[in-house]
């Protein structure tokens, strides 16, 4: 809830609607279930935010969207098994956005849905050309947003994009947050069960900052745990990071599920995961996220991972 008090925060029903709704979105931001009063201060941030919204509805048909991959490595054999896909907002206007910054307005706008299915469709046709060109296939990665796994039609929309591109199933992975994997309703167990049926892979991601519960990896089919990069970031120096990286790879090992540590930015962390046994590797130490052009030469030379 977000409140606004005549005549100080405005003085007609119009200026107070907008600073109610400026303090609401302040209040969602720390976490429902909450109220803040309008502080004059968030003012401009709210021009922002009401500014990108308008352009944020334009931007589809505009072509505003592009995606970047990020290669995800085998540790063992150096290959490249997989990319994520990442999705840039290049406005005219305001320049790079970055998905941080979005997202999450688009989740509370509802754009997220044809953005999603944008995302979709250009990753798996993107990935389908890649293998059609000739190199080894790999999986492609998508992040999906808990508004999108709620459309009732959702699974429909995965078998179409994947008829359209007529790019088999094992080669799409779903990235999930723990808290879409938690939601025990059975509606959300069904759609994920039909889809790893169908022999799509799902991925946790940022694994270890959700809430903490583990119960969901026995009740799904997963495919794969990737560690979150607060926990890589500081491995080498912090002894309880360490721990927990080892944890979540044994884990991983005991329940049968690939681990892939995000955020490797140095040979050390890639020398403690390797070490550790961790599956795969994706950061800046291999790849910064890059345009489809730029992915394709590093499937035609790819760089040694003990050389970087
Ligand atoms: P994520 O899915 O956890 O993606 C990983 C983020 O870490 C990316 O940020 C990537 O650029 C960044 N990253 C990769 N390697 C390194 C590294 O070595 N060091 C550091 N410091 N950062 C690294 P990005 O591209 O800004 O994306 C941020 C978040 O936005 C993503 O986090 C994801 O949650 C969301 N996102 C991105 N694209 C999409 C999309 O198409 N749909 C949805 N729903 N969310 C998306
Ligand atoms: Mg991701
Ligand atoms: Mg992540």
Known sequence: MGIAFYPNDG?????????????????????????QLYDSR?????????????YMHH???????V?????????????????????RWNNPKLGIISPAKFIPLAEENGLILPIGD???????????????????????????SALQIHQSDFVDKISQVLYETQMEAKYLELEITESIAMEDTETRIKILEVLRNMGVRI?????????SSLSYLRRF???SLKIDQSFTRELVSNEKDAAIVSTIIAIGQNLNL?????????????????????????GYLYSRPVSSDELEKLLKNPPDLSEL
Not at 46 to 52: G, K, N, Q, T, V
Not at 59 to 65: D, I, V
Not at 67 to 82: A, E, F, K, S
Not at 203 to 211: E, K, P, S
């Open 11 to 35: 003085e007609d029903a119009e200026t107070l609607l907008k600073n109610a709704l400026s303090a609401m979105l302040r209040a969602k931001k720390t976490g429902r279930g909450n109220y």
């Open 42 to 54: 968030s003012r401009n941030k709210l021009l922002d935010l009401i500014e990108l919204d308008n």
């Open 59 to 65: 931007a589809l048909e505009k072509n505003e969207f």
């Open 67 to 87: 995606l970047h991959y990020q290669p995800q490595v085998d540790i063992t054999t150096g290959r490249i098994v997989g990319t994520e896909a990442l999705i």
């Open 118 to 144: 944008w995302v979709l469709k250009t990753a798996c046709a993107q990935n389908k050309k890649w293998m059609e060109l000739g190199y080894d296939p790999i999986y492609i990665s998508v992040n999906i």
């Open 203 to 211: 991925a946790i991601d940022d694994f270890g900052t959700g809430y």
């Open 221 to 223: 089919q997963l495919t």
């Open 258 to 282: 690939k681990i892939i540590a995000e955020g490797v930015e140095t040979q050390e962390q890639l020398e403690f995961l390797r070490k550790k046994k961790c599956d795969n590797i994706q």
